[in-house]
């Protein structure tokens, strides 16, 4: 039985969200993508019914994300409300939805907010881990690439000129700091595989938003929310095992990525850790969120979920 089709999925609409009271703990501020109230493969959606109905008991949502590997020692109520950085932030859980940093953005981003045109994280958290105050950025995926395409040359036409001189210039600045966080040759040569690969890869949605929430986590890191002065992020890829449609680089995605073309037909994640520097890797975490569900100790949410999406 394949979980991810609308057809199954819409049995579920009846009652799409496992606790409406979710909504109740989110910032009104924050737009929320249209589906996620009425569309049944809304990773939004899918997203608040596990880590938002999770987001007000510390234990079960640290016992979730452990399931990744996260060594995490204890988890941070996002304090409420709070400025950062001239954005207020009103949200009262362990889970802050669509967050998208302080309100300039430090990856140069104009206008926008909170689940527009910005990059918004789908789910953040503040936790210890390795004994230091670390920010979690969750990307959250479930039917992309099934449900609808992939965009993919998100640094071709018009907007792409403004996207690559947006990033780039941050990316200029890490490497200044020695702080780069891809393994980019300094030139390009025919000699060294890892040559192939720059920035302009990175195009396909999928890399893109992981690229966008690198910066972010590397350029708010040392920055202060409340008492919690961030000391170290951990960037969190969770897909759906099911969906390789966003689990494979297949090579229609890569036409407009030259560079990463050698990596044809590989898993998205394997690929991901290997263009990162050798200490960014170890901020990088992934993982299938469906098949940790059952590590979820909530009877009746557990239920819910492995019926839905297990």
Not at 2 to 22: A, C, G, H, M, Y
Not at 165 to 183: H, K, N, T
Not at 212 to 231: D, F, H, N, P, Q
Not at 293 to 301: D, F, Q, R, V
């Amino acid at each position: 039985m394949n979980k991810l089709t609308l057809d199954f999925q819409k049995k579920f609409e009846p009652r799409l969200i496992f606790d409406e009271s979710v909504f109740q703990r989110i910032d009104p501020a924050v737009k929320l993508h249209e589906e996620t109230k009425r569309h049944p493969l809304s990773s939004c959606a899918a997203c608040l019914n596990v880590i938002g109905s999770m987001a007000s008991d510390p234990a079960e949502l640290a016992r979730f994300l452990g399931s990744f590997g996260l060594e995490i020692e204890e988890l941070y109520e996002y304090p409420s409300p709070v400025c950062f950085e001239g954005r207020t932030y009103h949200d009262r859980s362990y889970a802050v939805f669509e967050w998208i940093g302080p309100d300039d953005s430090p990856i140069n981003e104009k206008g926008g907010g909170r689940g527009q045109s910005r990059t918004s994280v789908d789910a953040f958290v503040l936790a210890k881990v390795e004994g230091k105050t670390t920010q979690l950025l969750i990307e959250w995926k479930f039917t992309e690439g099934l449900s609808r395409e992939i965009t993919l040359g998100r640094f071709c036409g018009a907007k792409g000129i403004e996207r690559l001189q947006r990033y780039s210039r941050v990316l200029a600045e890490l490497r200044r700091q020695g702080d780069l966080p891809f393994d980019f040759a300094e030139e390009y040569r025919r000699t060294s595989p890892k040559s192939y690969a720059g920035l302009y890869d990175l195009s396909p949605d999928h890399l893109y938003q992981l690229l966008r929430m690198t910066l972010l986590a590397k350029t708010t890191t040392g920055k202060t929310i409340g008492k919690y002065t961030l000391e170290d992020y951990r960037i969190v890829h969770l897909t759906h095992s099911q969906n390789h449609r966003i689990n494979i680089l297949h090579p229609e995605y890569l036409a407009l990525s030259p560079g990463l073309q050698r990596f044809s037909g590989r898993q998205l994640h394997e690929v991901w850790n290997e263009l990162l520097s050798a200490r960014e890797r170890e901020r990088f975490v992934c993982g299938h969120w469906d098949t940790a569900i059952s590590a979820i100790e909530n009877g009746n949410l557990r239920t819910y979920l492995s019926d839905r999406y297990v």
